[in-house]
C-alpha cells in the first residue's frame, strides 16, 4: 500500500527534486504538486527530467488530503498556512526556513519574527546525523538550510568526541552553487553575470549562522561565496581548537561518528583525483562528503564537507527524514550513487 | 539468482559508467572489473561515485568465468582479444568500435581493418530501436558509437515511414562533450584549453559516418564540435528532402515510430525552456530525445536528436541491450530520469 | 584634437562594450552615455572593467551634441528617433537591426515594418569586409548582425571567386553565447537553466537569413544554437557547390579575399589545439577567424568562421566602420588580440 | 629607441601572456621567446591569440643579448641558469619562485633548498605595492606568486595603518583557476575532472604562506581550492584583531594605501551585481580589486582581494616591476582594462 504524497510549491528547484524523488520512491506515490503560476500545466514542461510524469499542477487553493505533504514555498510562506497543511496531511514536511529553528528569539534576529512560535518546539528538525532519534513519528518536519547542513555535519564529530567546546575560534567559508538561489533570479543570476564567478554574495551575517549555532552550541564565523557549479555547497572550516589534536583523533571522531550513516562518507587525502570532499564527487545523491586535514604549524583543523545543496541539503533530507518518520527503510528512493565524470554539478 | 558480470577496462568513463549501472541492476552482480594501470587500487579511487563499492581493479590477465562480459577496452582491442572474452563469458558486449560495423569494408575504409571479419555478421548491433528484434538471446552484442546512435534515432522515422529513400542531402551538425574523447587526454582536453570552446574536431570524415550509413542506408554530411559540455550528443540533423513533406506527416512518422519505446521521448515546441531535445534535458539519462522543425522557405526538414553520450550512447545502451538478451526486464537498471536543474550535463 | 562620442543605451552589454572601446581609442571622447534605467548611476556600477571611468548615464532625453552618436537602442527604437540622434551627431552608427537591411520587404517580412523606409538606402552597412569602399564619410551607418558577419565573413570569398553562384544548397549552423541575449533576460538565460547547454533556440525563419541574402544574393538555410559560451558566435556553413572545388582553388578565394584585411584570419588545418576557427581564439578582440575543408566524399565544402559576437559582430565591427567613415588610422581603438587561455570566451 | 626583450620558456600560459604584454607594449621588442619542445615552431601555434605575430620559437640553448630577459621557467630552473641569463641581459625577470623568497631558510623548508642563495638579497620583489621604491634600476627581479600577492593585497593595509600587529589569527582561504597549474597537466587538470569543481588542493601547507610571511611579517592559515574558472585568484581573508576596528578605520587603511595606485580599486559594498572583489571583474586587466566588511558579532574582519593570476598574479606584476625598473610609464602596455560580460575568467 502507497504512501500519498503532494507537493506544495512544485514548480521551483526543490520542488522538482522532490517531485523526482517522490516519483521514484518505492512506498510514496505523488498525488499533487500545487503551483500559483503554473496552475494545469505539465510537470513535465517545467522539469524536463519529468517528461515522463503523468502530473499537472494544481492551483494551491485545492489541496488534496493525502498522508505526506511536503511544502516547497518561500520562507515566511509556510508559518502562514501550516493550519492548512496539517488538515490536509497526518505527516507535514516543510523545507522552507520557517520551522528548522528551536526559537523564536532566532527568527526575531535573522528573519522578520515567526508566526507561530507555539509550534517551533513541536516541529523536528529534519537532518538524521543530528536528531534521528526524534524523527520516528514525527508529524512536523523541518529540512536544514544548505550550508547549515554542510556545516553541521563537518563539525558535529568534533563537538560529540569532545575535540570542540564551543569557544573556539570557527571560520567556516562555503561555496555555493546557482541553484540555491532558486528558478526566479534577476541581473546577478543571469548566465552571463553568474559564469564564472567567485563573488562573495554574504560576507557576514548569514542566517544559517543561526542554524548551526542553534544545533552545535558554538558561533561560527560564516562567509558564502558563489561560484560557477549549479548544485553544490562545499564548506571548508578552519578550528582553532584549544589543545593539540592528532590525526588519530581527528579519524576516531569522524570514523566514530559515521561509520554507520548510510549518507555520510569520508573522502581524507589518499590517491587520484578526488581526495577530499567535493561537490563533483556527491552531486545528484544524498551523499554528504567530510574529510579533514591538521595544521600544527597553524594549530588549525581543516575540515571540508560537501553536499548537493538540492539532495542532501534541501530534498534527498527531506526525504530521508520522511522515511524516518514513517517506518520506511531509511534509504528508500536515495538510492542513487551520483556521476561520474559530471560537469558543473 | 543473479547474474555474473565483468566489466573489462574498468578505469575510462565508460568502464566507469557501465560498474555504476551494474552495480544498481537488480539482475547483474559485479564480479569483477579489469585494469592494466589500476590493478588492486580500489573502484572508487578512481570513480569517487563508487566509493561505496567494496571492489578492486584486478589484471586483464585473470579473466574470471561470469555469465555476462562487458568490454570497455579501446578500438582494436576486443577483436584480438574476442575468443578469451567469449571464454570467460556466455555473453559479451562489446562497447568499442570492433563488431559495430556490420562489414569488413567499412574497417578498410575507415579504420585499420579487422582481425576478424568472421565474427562481424555474428554480432548483434546493440540499438534496441534498430536491432531488437535480434537481441534476444544474442551472444555478441556491439554498442554503437554515440554520435551514430544520435543521428540514427533521429532520422530512423523518416526512413521507415518513407518520407527519405537515402538520396537526399543530409547534412549532421554534431556538439559533443569532452567525456567523448575519453578519460586520457593531452593539451586539447586539458581544462584551460577545452573550456568553453566551440572547436570543430573531426570536420570531415568521421567513422560515425560509415556507421549511419550501414545503418540506414544513406550517406550523410557528417562535421563534430566540441562543445563546453562532459556529457551529451546533440545532432542537427539539415534535411532536404525531395517533395513537400508537413508538419503532421512528421508528427506521424516519429509519434508511430516511437510511441512505444521506453527510451525515447519527443520534444518538438511547445512552450517553455526546454521545447527542442538537448543534452542537459538527458544528462545522467537513457533517454533520447528527438524533435524537428519544417523550413518551407528552404524546403528543409531540421530534425534534432540529444542524449547523454555515455549512457543511451554507450553504457547505457550496452545495458539496455544486454537486458533484451537475457530476458531481463527492458529498463531494468536504467530506469533514473536526470535532473534539473543541472550544470554542464 | 579628440571626436566627441555619444553612447545611447549604455547600460546593454553592447552599449558597454562601445563605452570600453571608446574609451580606449586614440581619437574618441566619450561626452556622454544614456540609460533610461540607470540615470545619474556611474557607468562602472553596471560594467565593473570601467569602474575608472568618470561617467554617469544620462537620461536619454538630454541627448547632448557630439561629433559620433552610437545608438545601442533595441530593435525598432533607432529607427523611431534616427531625426533626434542625426540632430544631435554628423555621424550616427546604428547597433541594432534598424538600418542594416537594404529594402522594406526585409523588414515587412522579417522584423514589424520600418517607419523610415527612404532612409534604408541612405545607410551604409558598416561591415568593412563587404563594404569599406563606401565608408568613407558615410553619416548613417548600421552595424550588422553578429550570426550574419560570421557567416557573411566565412562565405564571401567564394562568391567572390566565382566558386558559388548563390543557387547551391548552404546549410549555415549556428553556435552562439548567452551575450547575444543582451543584459536583461528571464528563466531561459538563468545561470541554472542556461550552463551546459546545446539548445536549439532558432531552428528556423531567423532574420539572419534575411541579411545573408541581402548582401551575398543566395539563400542560406540558417538554424542556431545556444551553448556555453558568453561571448562568440560559430558559423559552420555545408556547402554543395555544382562542380568539383579543390583545396587550392579554396586557399587562393581566402588568401585573396583575406590577405590585406587587419581583422580577418586564417585558421585552417595546421598542428596544435587550435587547428580551425573557434571563439575562444578570438575572444574579446575584433579578429574573425575563417578556416574551411573540402569533403570530397560528400562533395561538400565545409567553411568555419568564428567572432566575438559583441566585438567585430557588433561594436568592434561599429567602431572600425567609424573610423573608416571619420578617416582614422582603420585598427584605432581595436588592437587587443585577446587572451590565451581564456575561460568560456 | 625601443628596448629589446626576450622570454625564456615562452609556450607556458606565463610565457604566452608576457608575449602578448611585451608585444603590445610601447617601449618593448620582443627579439626571442624560447621553446625546448616547440622550438621552430610559431608562437601563434600555441597561442592563437598570437597568430599574428612574426616569431618563432628558439632553442633555449641559443640566448640572444637583449635588454631584458624574462624568465618562465620552472621553478628550480632559473637558479641554475641565472648566470646565464644575466649575462644575456641587462635586465633579468623571474616569475619563478626561485628568487622571490628574501631568505634561503624558507627554499629549505618550503623547497628543495637553493642553489644560489648570495643572490636572494640581491633580487628585488616585483610587486610595485609593496616594494615600488626598490625597483628603479634593479636588474634581478622577482615575481611574487598570485597566491600571495592576492593575500598581501588584502592585508597589507591593515598592517602598514597599524590595525594588526602580526599576532592576530588570520585564515586565508584562496580560490584559484586552472591556469594556475600550467599549461601541462595529468589527469586532475582534465576538462572531464576539473570542470565545475570545489576542490580542495592545498588543505595546508602551501608554498605561499612562506611569501605572505616573509613580505607581512605574519603566519597565516592558507587554504588553496580549485574552482571552475581559467584565470583568477581570489582570497578571502577572515582576520580577528585584537581590538574594535570600525569601517572607518578600515576605508581609512584601504583609500589611504591605494588611493594613487594605478592598479589596485576598491569594490566594497554599493549596489549592483559587482559589490565585492571578484576575478570576473579583473580578467585580463592588470588590476586588483580589495573590498572588505566588518563582522561585529564575530569580531572578525572579512577582507577580498582578486586578481587576474596571469596578469596582477605573474606577467602584469612583472611588466609593471620592469617598467619602473626601466624608467618607463608604469603603466606602459598595461591599459588593457578587462570585459564585461565575460566567461569564465
Chains 1, 2, 3, 4 share one sequence.
Request: hydrophobic content about 35%; proline content about 6%.
Amino acid at each position: 500500500m502507497t504512501t500519498t504524497a503532494s507537493v506544495v510549491g512544485g514548480t521551483g528547484f526543490t520542488g522538482g527534486e522532490l517531485l523526482r524523488l517522490l516519483d521514484g520512491h518505492p512506498e510514496f506515490e505523488v498525488v499533487q504538486a500545487t503551483s500559483r503560476s503554473e496552475a494545469n500545466k505539465t510537470v513535465g514542461g517545467i522539469h524536463p527530467n519529468l517528461r515522463h510524469m503523468d502530473l499537472r499542477f494544481s492551483d494551491p487553493a485545492d489541496l488534496e488530503s493525502v498522508d505526506t505533504l511536503f511544502a516547497c514555498t518561500p520562507h515566511g510562506v509556510s508559518m502562514g498556512q501550516i493550519d492548512e497543511f496539517r488538515d490536509a496531511a497526518g505527516t507535514v514536511v516543510d523545507l522552507s526556513a520557517d520551522f528548522r529553528l528551536p526559537e523564536t528569539t532566532y527568527y526575531d534576529e535573522y528573519y522578520d519574527g515567526h508566526e507561530r512560535p507555539g509550534l517551533l518546539e513541536e516541529a523536528e528538525y529534519a537532518l538524521p546525523e543530528l536528531n534521528r532519534e526524534n524523527l520516528p513519528g514525527a508529524d512536523l518536519i523541518a529540512a536544514g538550510g544548505c550550508n547549515a547542513t554542510a556545516s553541521i555535519l563537518g563539525l558535529l564529530p568534533l563537538f560529540e568526541a569532545g575535540i570542540l567546546d564551543g569557544d573556539e575560534q570557527i571560520v567556516i567559508d562555503i561555496k555555493v552553487g546557482s541553484s540555491e538561489g532558486g528558478a526566479g533570479g534577476g541581473a546577478a543570476s543571469s548566465h552571463a553575470e553568474r559564469s564564472g564567478v567567485v563573488r562573495p554574495y554574504a560576507p557576514t551575517g548569514h542566517r544559517h549562522e543561526a542554524e548551526i549555532e542553534a544545533y552545535l552550541g558554538t558561533s561560527v564565523s560564516f562567509t558564502v561565496h558563489a561560484v560557477d557549479m549549479i548544485r553544490g555547497a562545499s564548506a571548508t572550516c578552519h578550528i582553532f581548537p584549544n589543545g593539540p589534536v592528532s590525526k588519530g583523533d581527528m579519524w576516531q571522531a569522524y570514523r566514530g561518528q559515521y561509520e554507520d550513516e548510510p549518507f555520510v562518507r569520508m573522502a581524507s587525502g589518499g590517491g587520484g583525483v578526488y581526495r577530499y570532499p567535493e561537490p563533483k564527487a556527491v552531486a545528484g545523491s544524498n551523499f554528504a562528503e567530510v574529510g579533514f586535514e591538521v595544521d600544527p604549524t597553524n594549530k588549525r583543523l581543516v575540515v571540508f564537507s560537501a553536499i548537493d545543496n538540492m539532495m542532501k541539503g534541501s530534498a534527498g533530507q527531506a526525504v530521508h527524514a520522511a522515511n524516518i518518520a514513517l517506518g520506511f527503510e531509511e534509504t528508500a528512493g536515495l538510492e542513487h550513487t551520483g556521476f561520474h565524470p559530471i560537469g558543473a554539478p
